[in-house]
């Protein structure tokens, strides 16, 4: 049957409308040009397999959990989509534990939970790759379970006003790292902690470099880089600066301070600068060694009143 012009009209109109809807929505998965209007629909909608999930400039307080499948998170426009406060499960704005997932030029900001431990992502298990992007004013950037056969990487990212301890709770740090395989933090910063450690990790194997720690407007901080438990690896390049208002200074770096797992012996420490604010007076230690592991510590540049290590 022929269908009159204006029958024609509002049939297309009906379909224009129909796609307008379904490709409406800020978080859009790139593959199927499918619009969403929550992050979680957006994760749903790729299941179990891959896709990368586009995510419009804005401010969202929404948060979701990946159980499956490899998704990249990327802001359409880098450092413009922001996630202010949203918890899933009383953890992260993202819960991980689906094979992998990347995070591209996002921000995420105002992460409080009850037991302390409010962080931007919280990855269960999985492979992690974190890119571009900025967690500021929370209890914690990153806080991994253990997952050894996966790997994280870290690049040009930063870290801001992260970090507690207080409220007779355990400490909260910038990122935290559980009993990974490896640990890769490159091109980052790392700034104005509020408490615990900028870098605490217990992976296995550690490649940090070309990263600055500027605690001169840190708060009861605690070291630059603890690897827990020891590790393998490369700390290269780095700036570290102690500023004045510390819960520990006595440390720079720590290897083992909470039992040796991971054998250090093969780690390496170069290239790195080590210093105080200006006008501090303050003895501390580069690198604190609670091993017998025979740590390579080669040059570096250090401050008056800083000892290259020692044993304790």
């Not at 978080?27 to 749903?44: I, Q, R, W, Y």
């Not at 603890?226 to 770096?253: H, P």
């Not at 105080?276 to 060694?289: I, K, M």
Request: hydrophobic residues 35%.
């Amino acid at each position: 049957m022929k269908l009159p012009a204006i029958a024609l009209v509002l049939v297309t109109a009906l379909a224009s409308t129909a796609l307008a809807q379904q490709r409406s929505g800020p978080f859009v998965v790139a593959e199927s040009g499918s619009g969403f209007g929550t992050l979680a629909d957006a994760v749903n909608a790729i299941g179990s397999g891959t896709g990368t999930i586009l995510i419009a400039s804005g401010t969202y307080r929404d948060c979701a959990v990946q159980s499956e499948g490899s998704i990249t998170y990327r802001a359409a426009a880098p450092g413009k989509a922001i996630f202010d406060g949203g918890i899933c499960e009383g953890k992260a704005a993202l819960v991980l534990r689906g094979r992998s997932a990347t995070v591209e030029g996002l921000i995420f900001q105002n992460m409080r939970v009850p037991d302390g431990n409010g962080s931007g992502i919280r990855l269960e298990q999985g492979d992690l790759n974190v890119d571009n992007s900025l967690f500021r004013n929370s209890e914690e950037g990153i806080l991994t379970h253990d997952d050894p056969a996966h790997a994280i990487r870290i690049d040009r990212s930063t870290f801001s006003r992260l970090g507690r301890c207080d409220r007779d709770l355990s400490c909260a740090h910038s990122i935290y790292i559980g009993q990974y395989g490896s640990l890769t933090v490159t091109r980052s910063r790392f700034e104005a902690g509020n408490g615990g450690h900028y870098v605490k990790s217990r992976a296995a194997r550690v490649t940090i470099r070309d990263n600055s720690f500027d605690d001169s407007q840190g708060r009861l901080t605690n070291y630059s880089i603890d690897l827990s438990n020891g590790s393998a690896g490369t700390i290269t390049n780095n700036e570290m600066v102690q500023g004045k208002d510390k819960e520990n200074w006595s440390a720079f770096i720590t290897v083992a301070p909470e039992g040796r797992t991971n054998d250090s012996s093969g780690l390496d420490i170069s290239g790195n600068s080590a210093s105080f604010v200006p006008g501090l007076d303050r003895q501390s230690t580069f690198v604190a060694n609670w091993t017998d592991d025979r740590v390579k510590i080669g040059a570096n540049k250090l401050a008056a009143g800083v000892k290259v290590t020692d044993r304790r």
